[in-house]
């Protein structure tokens, strides 16, 4: 099923947002959680590190599975997803065990081991990806390396001023991510509003990655400009 919360703006967005995932880290602590990175879930994040501050909540259970990263990035390179998951989610938030992604095999390995996720959080590409899988992705898209579309390459620049944005990456699949237990996607802006629409009113079709996650457990949260 799913439930839409419309909130009036970006920091509305993140309260919501942090309390959506503190209630289920409160009552599953061990929480296996596919966790996005790209602008729209900075603001939860650090909602969740002022809770763990606070001594409020506590994340050292947390599973964090990493979603998607570039391919051929050499180590230590600063576009890195794996190290923007770290700094914005993992470090600050107390997280003590990581799922990387690099090798597809190796990390579909891992998630069965783990029993597959808890939680799936994600933000929607403006071209309504999820992770990376580019349209077309159908529901049964594995883990795998793919090509940027020149879309994602314009919306991703804006992360690395001044660098070039990869031209390949390797993302979680749909599979994986229509597993997930349930999932919550967060948009923010007007920018996504037609994609949101897409993705919600529309036909479920792989030209919209996003329009698969209604058949899951999936919870919604939009601000006004993304969902008037
Ligand atoms: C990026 C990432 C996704 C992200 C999405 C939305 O390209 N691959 O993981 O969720 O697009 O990004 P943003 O939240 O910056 O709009």
Not at 25 to 42: D, E, F, K, N, S
Not at 156 to 165: E, F, H, I, K, Q
Request: proline share 9%; with cysteine; hydrophobic share 45%.
């Amino acid at each position: 099923g799913v439930t839409v919360h419309v909130v009036p703006d970006a920091p509305a967005l993140a309260d919501a947002a942090a309390e959506w995932l503190a209630q289920r880290i409160a009552r599953t602590p061990a929480l296996t959680v596919l966790v996005a990175t790209g602008q729209t879930p900075m603001g939860m994040y650090a909602q969740l590190a002022e809770r763990v501050r606070a001594g409020t909540l506590d994340c050292s259970g947390v599973t964090a599975v990493q979603l998607d990263e570039y391919a051929g990035l050499p180590e230590g390179d600063p576009r890195s997803l794996r190290a923007w998951m770290l700094r914005s989610f993992v470090t600050p938030l107390g997280v003590q065990t990581v799922v990387p992604l690099l090798d597809p095999a190796a990390f579909t390995g891992r998630l069965a081991a783990l029993g597959g996720l808890d939680v799936a959080v994600l933000g929607l590409g403006p071209n309504g990806h999820v992770g990376f899988n580019e349209p077309p992705s159908g529901p049964d898209a594995p883990t795998r390396e793919v090509a940027l579309t020149p879309e994602s390459l314009r919306s991703n620049a804006a992360y690395w001023s001044g660098l070039t944005v990869p031209t390949r990456a390797v993302t979680a699949g749909m599979d994986v991510i229509l597993g997930a237990r349930e999932t919550l996607l967060l948009v923010s802006g007007a920018h996504k509003c037609a994609i949101l629409s897409e993705a919600l009113d529309g036909p479920e079709t792989p030209l919209v990655p996003a329009s698969f996650l209604r058949r899951t457990a999936l919870t919604v949260l939009a601000d006004r400009d993304a969902r008037p």
